[in-house]
């Protein structure tokens, strides 16, 4: 069964640090681009950071641009994201997803696994 | 940046209704646009990718149209589990994503 179990939130003062989990399971984990993707509380769904199957690419949504770090260690099948200089308009529900899906011979690039999500709360 | 502008914000239905959302972009993305359905407390599901190929399980209920800008999720006839957020997302531009401000489909 393909699977994704984010980790690492929690309760974080403004201007600190977390790094966030994502463990990979049921699929070829490098040969697939990753996401993440954060939810503020009632509101809806923001790209954060994306990064390619083999970790040489990373892109980062502006809003996270200089504080964010996307990473992978394809040989435990777990993504990362670091984040740093966080402050309370970063307090959101933060889910991993696989990019990327074969169909035949043909990927297309979409988010079909996602995982449950992780909750980051900033606040003093 | 590539603007989605989803409407209406909020549809009340009747279960066996017809459910019609709309998707509209600010320059054209082709047909690189998917629909997520997300219910709460949950992450979301794909349902529909390349604008109009539905996802693997995903019932035939659920149809998606559109090209260029403008894009349509129908869902032909409402299940009480269909109830649920959605949300457009186009990759036209990659690297860089976008969502839609989201559909909430309630009973009514």
């Known amino acids: 069964e393909v699977e994704l179990v984010a980790s690492g939130g929690g309760l974080v003062q403004p201007g600190g640090s977390l790094r966030l989990s994502c463990a990979a399971s049921g699929f070829s984990f490098s040969s697939y681009a990753m996401m993440w993707v954060r939810q503020a509380p009632g509101k809806g769904l923001e790209w954060v950071s994306g990064i390619s199957g083999v970790g040489d690419g990373t892109y980062y949504a502006d809003s996270v641009k200089g504080r964010f770090t996307v990473s992978r260690d394809n040989s435990q099948n777990t993504l990362y994201l670091q984040l740093n200089s966080l402050s309370a308009e970063d307090t959101a529900v933060y889910y991993c997803?696989?990019?990327?899906?074969?169909?035949?011979?043909?990927?297309?690039?979409?988010?079909?696994?996602w995982g449950e999500g992780t909750m980051v709360s900033v606040s003093s | 940046e590539i603007v989605l502008t989803q409407s209406p914000a909020t549809l009340s239905l009747s279960p066996g209704e017809r459910a019609t959302l709309s998707c509209r972009a600010s320059h054209s993305v082709g047909t690189y646009l998917a629909w997520y359905q997300q219910k709460p407390g949950q992450a979301p599901r794909l349902l529909i990718y390349d604008a109009s190929v539905r996802s693997t399980g995903i019932p035939a209920r659920f149809s998606g149209s559109g090209s260029g800008t403008d894009f349509t999720l129908t869902i032909s006839s409402l299940e009480p589990e269909d109830f649920a957020v959605y949300y457009c997302q186009q990759r036209n531009n990659w690297p860089g994503l976008t969502f839609g401000g989201g559909t909430k489909v309630e009973i009514k």
């Open positions: 997803a696989k990019f990327g899906m074969l169909r035949g011979v043909h990927y297309y690039y979409y988010m079909d696994v």
